[in-house]
């Protein structure tokens, strides 16, 4: 049914070694023998044998149609999850049963298998009043930390770990304790945070103006000098006022942390609610944890992209072109199967399944951008690249509204549909022609919203390791480490060395030696406004939103890095996400190693060097005459490598060799520092502790994890500032540093992703 051009039919891309085992340990499920199998499940389970089933699976088997992770893992199978790759909570009500109601909702969802966004502006700040008791609340941060915690638990019990944004209002007096909340190691490492933008705040920034940080509950104590900025706002409700910032000096405080530790991420939530379809009935404050959808209160995300890579005629031929009736086939097939898809899901909460089912989202988006443009011979970043990209994203826009249109004819609109949605600022209201809309007046549409450009990391792998989503390719000549599944003690890792698609393809047709064209760049060749300028033109044709990280180099100023945002508010984006190499943000991939000498990727100790430097503090304990000397040496990257734990008393020479040997080969296998030092302090005797430093220690092991962790938190406090910086970041899972940014996410090669 699918006619490829005969170059990707040569490429058999399911067969791979790392396809195979990528798809062995993420998307198989009983006896399949081949990913074949796998999207025979999946279409069965979704259609129902028959004609409808048998084109998705044409489809698949292609290599076009690529379903949403979650549904390729669970489609067809017997465990009981969501297909949804992921929600946004309710609104979360400012008291205790609220809060904690709020949290069982997030739970549920992560044991199912969906991330989940958490607005926490509504939750009263730190300082305001409690009047059932008449002391201080604590503010949204330490309920962010419960939060944290859940998922900590809910990703040991699962297939998927756990993934969660955080979300907060420019006006939330909290503000600026959210902006640095990530700031030291190990915090909330299971979210990704944004702060909500207004385009209130981004004109008083351009004017120099006041901003004041309000809430509807008043500090139980304050200056009386701010009751002068207490107001009523547009429903009557009295703001009391916690703190007047300069808006430029609170946007400075936002840029600076983005730029040293690349969170908190910024969404333009005027932009995104103006653009809604849904603007008549529904407020948006969060998005899912990748920030690709934006999301009401219960709303969802519903998964699947046209795979570009192979749409393309005569590929890095002089008369190259897309093959723009297979993407209308293609999107036809998949507009059909997601709207399926919501009839099929488990929904971990019955207002998910309501929600869903009233205004019927999609989430329609593609992968393999880069490769595509590569087979055109266009450089990504370039002029005629934002060209193309506008022209293939509109085309996919069109065709997917055609499809929902004439499946409102078929059964019906969604339930939420008033003729109001051709209203307002929309994007239907304001992207498409008259005639276009009178169609929808005539049969209204299926699905609310069609569109998003999400993360595409494992299954695009499965598809042949095309580009990922709307990304750049990283590397054409990659080397990959992926954990294997152990039910043993011992890590156990596999390593690939694999070229991309875009790259194979190309060897292909010409040469296995051929050296590659040089408008086949990667992301360390481009600018941060080539970046800037894809997001844009693809964004002016996704109705919801992008998940896109912007990689900032290293020896970027800050003067100019700021600029980065100005530049994605201009273009229209709905919001940004950079990463920026520092020693706190510490990559699934990585250049392989011609001499051989890469123990670390081998998961074998680093070697020694002859010298290191280090430092030794003295402990003294109660119960113990004798000091005790924690020596921490560290590599020339000032990451610790080994320990030494030395005293004159002997009665401990044993557990304290035994416990230098354990941290010093987890150190030097790149194990994760903070890991360590939190399972330390959790170790209790039970008639040995002590109180030091202010705070209580069960034992003298704790005691000395405690040491550990202040000596690694100022260590990377202290290397922040440095010129020379880590490219990867340190994987919370893993160890290892290996951890790259892209599409909003931070992915490793273990498995690891803080979107899940």
Not at 30 to 41: A, H, I, M, Q, V
Not at 71 to 93: H, P, Q
Not at 240 to 252: F, G, N, P, T
Not at 417 to 426: A, Q
Request: negative net charge; aromatic residues 10%.
């Amino acid at each position: 049914m699918f006619d490829i051009d005969p170059a990707h039919k040569k490429l058999d891309i399911f067969s791979g070694r790392m396809t195979t085992d990528v798809w062995k340990h993420k998307y198989r499920w009983g006896d399949e023998k081949s990913p074949l199998d796998t999207f025979r499940r999946v279409a069965d389970a979704i259609h129902s044998p028959g004609t409808l089933a048998d084109n998705v699976f044409d489809a698949m088997v292609a290599g076009l149609w690529v379903p949403g992770g979650r549904i390729l893992a669970g489609a067809g199978t017997e465990k009981r999850v969501t297909l949804m790759n992921c929600y946004v909570n309710e609104v979360v009500d400012d008291s205790m049963e609220g809060i904690l109601r709020a949290q069982s909702n997030t739970a549920l969802t992560l044991q199912q298998g969906g991330g989940i966004g958490t607005d926490f502006s509504t939750i009263r700040p730190e300082g305001a009043i409690l009047r059932r008791t008449h002391t201080k609340a604590s503010g949204p941060i330490p309920f962010m930390k419960m939060w944290d915690a859940t998922s900590r638990t809910i990703r040991s019990a699962g297939d998927r770990r756990g993934a969660m944004m955080g979300t907060m209002s420019d006006t939330h007096p909290d503000l600026p304790k959210f902006i640095s909340v990530k700031h030291t190691q190990g915090a909330l490492e299971q979210f990704n945070i944004s702060i909500l933008v207004s385009d209130a705040f981004m004109e008083a920034v351009r004017e120099d103006a006041d901003w004041v940080l309000h809430f509807p509950v008043p500090p139980l104590e304050r200056d009386t000098k701010l009751e002068e900025y207490d107001f009523d706002d547009n429903n009557d409700v009295k703001q009391y006022a916690y703190s007047v910032w300069s808006a430029r000096d609170l946007w400075k405080l936002i840029t600076e942390s983005t730029y040293e530790y690349s969170e908190p991420g910024v969404i333009f939530i005027d932009r995104v609610n103006a653009l809604n379809n849904l603007w008549y009935c529904e407020q948006i404050r969060c998005t899912n944890p990748c920030g690709e959808q934006p999301l009401p209160p219960h709303g969802t995300c519903n998964l699947g992209h046209i795979n570009l890579a192979r749409v393309v005629r005569r590929p890095f031929m002089d008369d190259a072109e897309i093959d723009y009736t297979l993407i209308d086939e293609v999107i036809k097939v998949g507009v059909r199967f997601l709207d399926s898809v919501i009839e099929v899901s488990n929904y971990p909460l019955d207002e998910q399944a309501i929600e869903e089912h009233q205004k019927r989202r999609l989430g329609i988006g593609f992968t393999g951008l880069a490769d595509m443009l590569s087979q055109l011979n266009i450089r990504y970043g370039s002029p005629e690249a934002v060209k193309v990209t506008e022209q293939v994203t509109r085309a996919i826009a069109l065709a997917a509204y055609n499809m929902s249109i004439q499946l409102a004819a078929e059964f019906g609109p969604f339930s939420a549909y008033e003729l109001r949605y051709l209203g307002g600022e929309s994007f239907v209201a304001s992207h498409f022609p008259k005639d276009f809309r009178d169609r929808i007046a005539e049969h209204g549409i299926r699905n609310s919203l069609l569109l998003t450009v999400a993360p595409t990391g494992t299954t695009s792998i499965l598809y042949g390791n095309v580009s990922s989503g709307g990304e750049p390719v990283f590397l054409h000549y990659t080397e990959r480490r992926i954990l294997k599944p152990t039910t043993g003690y011992r890590d156990e890792w596999e390593t690939y060395v694999e070229w991309g698609y875009g790259a194979r393809l190309y060897r292909s047709i010409f040469n296995h030696d051929a050296d590659l064209p040089s408008h086949m760049v990667t992301a360390d060749q481009l600018s941060v406004q080539d970046h800037i300028v894809m997001q844009a033109a693809a964004q002016r044709w996704i109705d919801a939103s992008i998940s896109k990280t912007v990689n900032i180099p290293t020896s970027m100023a800050y003067d100019e890095f700021v600029k980065v945002y100005e530049l994605a508010y201009s273009l229209g984006c709905k919001g940004c996400t950079t990463y920026r190499p520092s020693a706190v943000r510490g990559a699934v991939l990585s250049a392989p190693r011609s001499d051989g000498d890469d123990n670390a990727s081998k998961g074998e100790p680093r070697k020694r060097p002859d010298i290191l430097r280090g430092t030794t503090y003295k402990i003294q304990w109660p119960s113990i005459k004798s000091s005790l000397y924690l020596t921490i040496n560290s590599d020339e990257n000032d990451v610790p490598f080994e320990v030494f734990i030395n005293s004159k008393d002997a009665r401990f020479h044993d557990w304290t060799t035994a416990l230098t040997i354990m941290i010093t080969s987890i150190f030097r296998k790149g194990g994760d520092l903070s890991f360590v030092a939190r399972e330390l302090q959790q170790v209790q005797s039970l008639n040995d502790s002590a109180f030091k430093d202010k705070h209580h220690h069960p034992s003298l092991v704790a005691y000395l994890g405690h040491v550990l962790e202040q000596h690694v938190s100022e260590g990377i406090a202290n290397n922040i500032s440095k010129a020379s910086v880590s490219a990867a970041e340190r994987c919370p899972q893993c160890g290892q540093q290996s951890l790259i940014h892209k599409e909003g996410c931070g992915s490793c090669p273990c498995g690891y992703s803080n979107c899940g």
